[in-house]
């Protein structure tokens, strides 16, 4: 999965997002993600009317525009 993620982080913000990474295990981390949920139902909050990201591009997409305050380059055609 890791690698997949690092490819999406590639496609949406580019090389110089992934020259950043740096594997190194992180005890205080590996606790956080060790506390998620591997599998939940999410029906309740779609009937809400909240909307999943399908992709892991999404995920990232999503997360530079609401917390780094990052615009989208525009697709070239």
Do not use: K, N
């Not at 992934?18 to 205080?28: E, K, S």
């Not at 599998?39 to 609401?66: P, T």
């Amino acid at each position: 999965m890791v690698p997949e993620e690092i490819q999406a982080l590639r496609r949406v913000a580019g090389d110089d997002a992934v020259a950043l990474i740096r594997a190194q295990p992180d005890a205080t981390i590996a606790r956080i993600v060790d506390g998620w949920p591997r599998a939940f139902d999410a029906r309740r909050a779609l009937a809400l009317g909240f909307i999943a990201e399908r992709h892991f591009d999404e995920i990232v997409r999503v997360y530079l525009e609401d917390e780094m305050g990052w615009t989208a380059p525009a697709p070239i055609v």
